[in-house]
């Protein structure tokens, strides 16, 4: 749970890339980030974080936030999805 405007910060401390991608079309909630935007500045809605490096994000409006990260793995496939949330603010105050 975070304020409108607090920083969150994904750290990748395992040895491969990770990829981060925000579900549902979250990048209008962005009031700042670091790592989801291409070359040409334009805001994306992931990220690939590389190992022992970091991506951020606030968010501009209250909601649910929700995520999912793609790493390489040794299960079956070879790739593990983790989903996540993060809750923007107290829903109860709109």
């Known amino acids: 749970v975070v304020n409108i405007g607090d920083e969150v910060r994904w750290v990748n401390h395992r040895s491969l890339p990770v990829r981060l991608e925000l579900i549902g079309g979250e990048r209008d909630m962005l009031s700042c980030e670091r790592g989801f935007s291409n070359f040409l500045g334009m805001k994306r809605e992931s990220a690939t974080i590389d190992p022992n490096e970091s991506a951020a994000a606030c ?12 790493m390489d793995s040794a299960l079956p496939g070879g790739r593990a999805i983790t989903s996540g949330t993060v809750q923007v603010g107290d829903p109860t105050r709109r």
Not at 59 to 70: A, E, P, S
């Open 59 to 70: 968010f501009n409006r209250v909601g649910v936030i929700k995520y999912n990260l793609r």
